[in-house]
């Protein structure tokens, strides 16, 4: 078997301490493999968001441990490795909303993120206009994100976060801003990078209409995590 994009391992996030605890995140305990696309649900305060950003080395939770493509990087809130760089190189995250530089075209937007992690300018061009290419939207490679539409602006957030070629892409709501037609469309991108280019994909989302797009659906409540049914009616 290969080794799993991530693991997750007792996972529990608290604030505050005393009569002021709240805990957000209970022993939270998942794998995700490469080239599996799961989502995630729970209604808004279940600690979804929480226990992406503890995923994506954002929020280090109060104990338990994250391991990533094998290497341990966290143990409770402390961090094995140097988290800015390791994210750099092994995560892709796509937000709610692209937030793509606005004074950059699509292409420099995913360019810049490979140019980061030291790519030549020409090397990270050259990727660049790939991805966008993969993802259906190199025509619109020379465009400011204001000439694009939410779609794209999103296809082109995929582009920037897979640059890098993570083997983990975590993804907050991607589709909350975009009606029924393109937010089908992203998730069905997701199911594509997971499936094609062999990365775990976990995607937030309280959008019921796209769930036949995964291969598995987790479902948070008052912090805790259960897998449900894989189609629900």
């Known amino acids: 078997m290969s080794t799993p994009a991530v693991e997750v391992q ?11 605890e709240v805990i957000a995140v209970r022993d939270a305990s998942l794998t995700l493999a490469r080239g599996e696309v799961v989502g995630l649900l ?7 968001s929480t226990l992406l950003t503890a995923m994506a080395l954002i929020n280090p939770p109060t104990c338990g441990r994250v391991i990533i493509d094998g290497t341990p990087v966290l143990e409770g809130p402390k961090a ?15 937000f709610q909303k692209a937030n793509l530089i606005p004074f950059l075209t699509a292409l420099e937007n995913v360019q810049i993120a490979l140019e980061v992690n030291d ?6 061009r050259r990727r660049a206009m790939e991805l966008l290419d993969y993802l ?13 539409s939410g779609g794209e602006q999103q296809r082109v957030a995929v582009a920037r976060a897979l640059a890098n070629e993570p083997g983990l892409i975590l993804a907050d709501e ?9 937010g ?10 997971a499936h094609e280019r062999n990365a775990g994909v976990l995607v937030v989302t309280h959008d019921h209409r796209t769930l036949d797009v995964f291969d598995r659906i987790l479902e948070m409540e008052d912090g805790r995590l259960v897998e449900r049914a894989r189609r629900l009616a």
């Open 184 to 193: 089908r469309q992203v998730m069905e991108l997701f199911a594509k990078v």
């Open 42 to 48: 729970g209604p808004s305060g279940s600690g979804k």
């Open 119 to 124: 790519a030549s300018p020409r090397d990270a």
């Open 136 to 148: 259906d939207v190199g025509p619109r490679a020379h465009n400011l994100p204001v000439a694009l």
């Open 174 to 182: 991607p589709t909350a801003a975009l009606d029924s037609q393109r």
């Open 80 to 94: 094995l490795v140097d988290l800015r760089a390791f994210r750099r190189r092994h995560l892709g995250f796509v």
């Open 10 to 20: 007792n996972l529990r996030k608290a604030y505050g301490s005393g009569r002021t």
